[in-house]
């Protein structure tokens, strides 16, 4: 429902590859990955926090396929699952056959431990055959030791080498289906090998920071890698690759892709000013139950929490809906045009119904639908905080006079 502004730079060109049903690159939208964490043979398991990690955002899931077991799991798992699904798959190509034969929609293949040149024209051919995509899947912790030599080091070229021996031997066998990552867990590194990437080749590109690490400090790291390129225009498909459950990788995926205006918003974008001396509530702890007593119903609204009616709808005017606190009660806005007062214990569930409403009625209609005096009695709340607080209510000036008093400041009162 929020608008959204565009990022500046166009997307990069690049062949088109299907996973599934979900195109990946040739201006698709940019898609969500994630990989799941049970063993693949659990089949009910599996399937299970693949319908959790579709649930929260992930157009595509990976399995491990590292054993025979494995391979039967994904037999089950892929017809019944609700998107596609790629096998991962490292050092045994007959993995790679084994997951074509179950079905799957992809295949992430590593080429720094798969290594011998037969085996990937066979795994190649047989993809060829099937119509299946391969993902290159260059990793720098696990870059091909003779690469590794010859580069001194997993340096950006090094990776993309990596990457294109590999396509030279899908070459041989007439194989073109691919998409390409190079990731590291150095953001540097990781932001340099993918530029490389887009320069060299016209294959889209999945990007990932990889080994991230928990939250917080993985979200920030894949953030900062991931952002900055798709800022660029580069990048068709991402995965967050955290130390958590992956349903929060997906969450996160998801989150970062509207946030940058790539995808369309699905889920609610809760927004909620820092506080300061104004507030008249305790901000974070009514932000924090609104978020809980929203997430779960999927609106596609921008929500405000504002601690203070003085600036808060202004602020927040291009929110869906939001709340603002008053002198012990809630002013409820639109589009920043105050429609409802509520005491303060009713503003969440307020906001709540509000933004329920709002998302089944539309704007206009509850715009009509407002309160008449809420406006008049929300500015006279207004007045009464300004009155009582003035216009510093951080006493910001207050405090800079006194710093240019000690200093010896000759116009103190400027
Ligand atoms: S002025 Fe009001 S809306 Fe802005 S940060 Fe302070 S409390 Fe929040």
New binding site residues.
Partial sequence: MSRTTQLAAPRRPTRQIHVGSVAVGGGAPVSVQSMTTTKTADVEGTLSQIYALASAGADIVRCTCNEEEAAEGLAHIVPRSPVPIVADVHFHHEMALAALDAGVQGLRLNPGNLRKPEEIRMVAAEARDRAIPIRVGVNAGSLHPELYKRYGGATPEALVESARMELALFAEVGFEDVKISVKASSVPLMIEAYRLAAATFDHPLHLGVTEAGPPPAGLVKATAGMATLLAEGIGDTIRYSLTADPVEEARAGRQLLEALGLRERKGLDLIA????????ID?IGVAKAAQEALEDRKLPIQVAV???V???PG?AREADVGI??GRHKGHLFIKGKIVRVVPEEEMVAALVEEAERLVAEGVEARLAAADAGAEAEAEADRRALLDARGDD?NHAGEKVALIRRRAGHPHPER
């Fill in positions: 000013c820092p506080s300061c001396g104004r507030a008249e901000v504002m601690g203070c003085v600036n808060g602020e603002a606190a209510a």
